[in-house]
T-cell receptor, first 112, second 119 residues
Framework: AQTVTQSQPEMSVQEAETVTLSCTYD???????LFWYKQPPSRQMILVIR??????QNATENRFSVNFQKAAKSFSLKISDSQLGDTAMYFC?????????FGQGTRLTINP | GAVVSQHPSRVICKSGTSVKIECRSL??????MFWYRQFPKQSLMLMAT?????????EQGVEKDKFLINHASLTLSTLTVTSAHPEDSSFYIC???????????????FGNGTRLTVT
């Protein structure tokens, strides 16, 4: 079974700083996708970024980028120039052949 | 973009009654939908995978007779919480995968969730 581990329950940084959220996963599958989702207080799940396992190049979306280390099964999210609106729960997720599995989440707070 | 509509957004019911939650894909067809449950300040836990035209696949520890799932069409899945009890109070979220997109190519599209309170 796949597992996703986020070892940082909470993080807090000042506005405009850079922050990195950690995620590791375990799987025996070779083809899969990895995602970071954001869940603000509204509880809507918002896709932040995704990474195909077969691609070596790290995905980037504006201020969001990932560091994907396939051999180490690591998938961290870097948020640059953090903004107050980035305050939310962030979930790392693994999608294999069948289902999407989430990590425990990291509560990120951006302070003014 | 792909939209998943989940209804109702909030529901309060009495113990012993049943509650139905609907999940609709509005602009795409979804052969597979997923139902998650989220307790306060916790992650999303997959309850079951809903397959159009066939029986749902439940995760270990989820009572299939308690949480009835029906996926009668390519755009609608329903979750019925039967004989609800206060411990069933939670946030339930559905998601759907676009039928027309490859399995690994498409992220799931999420509904806005349903907050169930059983009194």
């Amino acid at each position: 079974a796949q597992t996703v581990t986020q070892s940082q329950p909470e993080m807090s940084v000042q506005e405009a700083e850079t922050v990195t959220l950690s995620c590791t996963y375990d799987t025996s599958e070779n083809n899969y996708y990895l995602f970071w989702y954001k869940q603000p207080p509204s509880r809507q799940m918002i896709l932040v970024i995704r990474q195909e396992a077969y691609k070596q190049q790290n995905a980037t979306e504006n201020r969001f980028s990932v560091n994907f280390q396939k051999a180490a099964k690591s998938f961290s999210l870097k948020i640059s120039d953090s903004q107050l609106g980035d305050t939310a729960m962030y979930f790392c997720a693994f999608q294999g052949a069948q289902k999407l599995v989430f990590g425990q989440g990291t509560r990120l707070t951006i302070n003014p | 973009g792909a939209v998943v509509s989940q209804h109702p957004s909030r529901v309060i019911c009495k113990s012993g009654t049943s509650v139905k939650i609907e999940c609709r894909s509005l602009d795409f067809q979804a052969t597979t939908m997923f139902w998650y449950r989220q307790f306060p300040k916790q992650s999303l836990m997959l309850m079951a995978t809903s397959n159009e035209g066939s029986k749902a696949t439940y995760e270990q520890g989820v009572e299939k007779d308690k949480f009835l799932i029906n996926h009668a069409s390519l755009t609608l899945s329903t979750l019925t919480v039967t004989s609800a009890h206060p411990e069933d109070s939670s946030f339930y979220i559905c998601s759907a995968r676009d039928h027309g997109v490859g399995r690994y190519n498409s992220p799931l599209h999420f509904g806005n969730g349903t907050r169930l309170t059983v009194t």
